[in-house]
C-alpha cells in the first residue's frame, strides 16, 4: 500500500461541494461500485434533509468519520469525497487498513446550505465573512452530546447528534474522525490519547504542503498541550471547571458535550481532528520574541473584543424587538456578546495569575491575539448583518408589514454592511494572506487519518 501515491493523487478542487452535490456524489459512488459501496440514510436533519452514511469495506474493525460537524467547515467534506472514492477503487488500501469505514459527508445539511454562498468563491476575507453561518452551541451537532456534570445537565440532543449517537452505539467504532477545520492560522490537532510515536507523522503531513503549524495560543485557556500544535481533545467539564475557577461562579454553559466525550462514554474509541485553516499568514508560525509580554497580549485581546462585541449590541439594540425567535443568525452573535461581557474577567485574572505570562510572547501568540481574533471577530460582524437581511426579506413578503420595523431594520442592515466592509479592508490591509488549495488541505486530513488508522490497526 503506497500511501505518498493517495496523498499525491488528490485532484486539484477548485471550489467546495454544495450538500446536493455531496449527496448525488455519495449516491453516483454506490451506482459504480455497488458490490464495495452502500448508501444508507443514517437519519434526518431537522428540516427533514436524509443524512446519508457510506458504507465501504469489510474489516474486523470499525471506522466513523464524519465531515460539516461545524456547518462552515467543509474541506473534510472534500477529505471524505476523494478518500471514499480511493477506498472503493483501491482493494489494496481497503483490505490493509482492515476497518469498514462509516463515512458521512454532511452531518449538518441545514446549517452546510446557509453557508453555499462562499463555497464557489471568491475566497476573501470579506466574502467568507459576509456569508459566513455557524449556530449557537446547542445547536451544533458536534457540541450537543449529552452530560450530567456538576450543574451542567445536557440531555437535548438535535437530530443530526443523535444520528451519530445511534451510529456510535450500533458500529462502536475503534477510531472516530470527526472533520473540522479552522479559519485562519495554522494547521493543529486533537486527538484523545497521548501516543508521542503518532506527533512527527502529523506534524510533517502539513510541513509537506508548505503550510504552517498553529503554534500561538489554544482555542480555549484550559486545553492541555500535548506537543507543539497537537492537543487534547477539550471537553465541556474542562470548559465548565475553568469559569467556575477564574469567574468564582456556577458557569452559564447551555450546550452537550463533544462527540469524542460521549464515544469514549460507549466504546473504547480514538478520536482524531485535524484543524486546517482557509487563510495562511506566516506570522502564525514566527517564534521569534517579540516586544510584548504574554499577558499584554492576552489583555490587548480582551479590550479589542469588548470594543468589537459593544459595537454589535449597539447595532442590534434598536431592533432586537423584530428579530424572530426562528432568525439562525442572531442567537450566536447574542451569546458571543453576553460571553464577552461576562466570561472576560475570567480571561484577565487567567492572565493576571501565572509569572508565566510576563515573559515575553513569541510573534506567533501576538499573531493569535491581535489579529487571528480580529479576523474570527469579524464573522460575528457577518452574521449581523445577515440577522438584518433575514428579517428584512421575510417583512418584505408580508402584505401588512410593518414599516417602521421594516426602516430600523434596513437603517441597521446599512450600518453593519459599511462597518463590515471597512472593516474587512483594514483587515487586508493589516494581514498578509492567502486562501489555501483545497487539495493542500485535503492532503493532510487524509494522511493524518492514514497515519491514525495504521496505528489503531497495529496497536490496538
Known sequence: MNVQSIIDNVPDYKDFLTVDEMDESCRKLAREFPDIVTVFEAGRSRKGHPILCMKIGDGSKNALCFACPHPNEPIGAMTLEYFSRVLAENNELREG????????????????????????????????SKNYYRPI???????????????????????????????????????????????????????????????????NSSIKQGIPLNLGEPEEPFITKFSPAIFKNMTIAEAYDFIEKYSGEKPNIKNGTSSSDYAGTVTECFTLLTELPYFFDSRIEDMSESDMTRKEAILKSVE????HFAHL???????????QKENPFVKLVEEVIQYIREGSEAKIKWAESDPEFEKSAK????????????????????????????????????ENRDEEALNKLKEAQEIGEKFLEDYCNVLE???????????????????????VANYIRDNW
Open 97 to 128: 487498513l482492515g476497518f469498514t469505514w462509516y463515512l458521512i459527508k454532511c452531518i449538518d445539511p441545514d446549517g452546510v446550505r446557509l453557508n453555499e454562498n462562499w463555497f464557489k468563491g471568491p475566497f476573501t476575507v470579506y466574502n467568507y
Open 429 to 451: 490591509t493589516e494581514l498578509d494572506y492567502t486562501f489555501i488549495p483545497i487539495r493542500k488541505l485535503v492532503r493532510i486530513q487524509v494522511e493524518s487519518g492514514l497515519l
Open 137 to 203: 452551541g446547542y445547536e451544533q451537532v458536534e457540541w450537543t452530546f449529552p452530560i450530567d456534570y456538576k450543574e451542567l445537565h445536557f440531555h437535548n440532543p438535535l437530530p443530526e447528534t443523535k444520528t451519530l449517537m445511534k451510529l456510535i452505539e450500533e458500529t462502536q467504532p475503534k477510531f472516530m474522525y470527526s472533520l473540522h477545520n479552522a479559519g485562519f492560522g495554522g494547521a493543529y490537532w486533537y486527538i484523545t490519547h497521548d501516543y508521542p510515536e503518532l506527533y512527527e507523522g502529523l506534524r
Open 304 to 307: 479589542v473584543s469588548q470594543a
Open 313 to 323: 449590541d449597539q447595532i442590534l439594540q434598536g431592533i432586537r424587538p423584530y428579530i
Open 363 to 398: 510573534m506567533a501568540e501576538v499573531f493569535d491575539n491581535l489579529y487571528a481574533s480580529k479576523f474570527y471577530n469579524g464573522l460575528y460582524l457577518g452574521l449581523t448583518v445577515r440577522t438584518c437581511e433575514y428579517e428584512i426579506e421575510r417583512l418584505q413578503l408580508l
